[in-house]
């Protein structure tokens, strides 16, 4: 099972959750890549671990850490574990009501084992449709015995306010760059100089760290990224527009690019670069470039209307 780290107000958050016990389920939210997949996975392993089956007093609480080794923590890594539910926008923008209904009806059936808990995790569950929330609240009021929906999403807001409510949430925070650094050189072994600049460089993202920490040429473009943020705050409208096309155009992250600018902005205000008042401008153009990427706004669009808000 892929290595847990998380903010200290995180990690406390989620042991909140999981020792209280979960009544319906969860929401598991924050900016991409910081975990928040694999934490859905680390709540099905604690609550379906053989390893841990004799500690657990009942079906929602879990004493312990997942072994990773036992048949279901292996069947649970690889995503085979019968009683394992994924939902996700595969192959389009949105999660719609058919799916969840889909889901739902499956749901219906027995469990494939008598004990543990069935897991349900809904991935990008921000793309739920107004109608497939709906549809999912029926579930998450009533949901079927030994079931536990987990919702992942990057933006909590963008959960209809009933489903928000009827769930715990835990908000995935940036990781300490130097615990960040410290497991790179632990988990994967990079090596300290190495670590550390790959730690920048992600921005408390874990699952980043770690892709950089494979991937030299993607270690360089975030490194191109960044300079970009920056000629972008302080050149001309027409030296942005170009930069957007050059964005637009190649196979960035977008979603983490918006996360470079944002730490850019914040930084001239710390150096004196800025006054407030176009600080809070351009935090708000930021907020309108992911609101546009969330709507499945052309990539080229929500560029050219982020430069021209700058």
Known sequence: MTPLLLHPRSSQQL?????????????????????????????????NCQTLAETRSNADIAVGEPCGSCSVCRQLAAATYPD??????????????????ALTQVLTLRPYTAAGTRIVIIDEAQQLTPEAQNALLKLIEEPPPATRIILVAQALEALLPTVRSRLAAVYFAPVPAVSLAEFLVAKAGVAGPRATAVAELAA??????????ADEAGADSRVELDRWAVEILHGGLF??????????????????????????????????????EVTATRLTAVEHFRAGLRANLAPRTALERLMVEL
């Open 84 to 101: 394992l539910h994924l939902l996700a926008p595969t192959g389009r923008p949105s999660i719609g009501i058919e799916q969840v209904r």
């Open 204 to 213: 408390g993202a874990p699952g980043l760290a770690l892709a950089l920490a």
């Open 239 to 276: 030296a942005r527009l170009l930069l957007a096309k050059r964005l637009a155009d190649g196979s960035h992250d977008l979603a983490v690019w918006a996360s470079r600018l944002q730490q850019a902005i914040t930084r001239d205000i710390l150096v004196g670069q800025a006054g407030g």
């Open 15 to 47: 042991e909140a959750v999981m020792t209280a016990g979960v009544v319906s389920g969860v929401i598991l939210h924050g900016p991409r890549s910081q975990g928040k997949a694999t934490a859905a996975r680390y709540i099905a392993a604690r609550l």
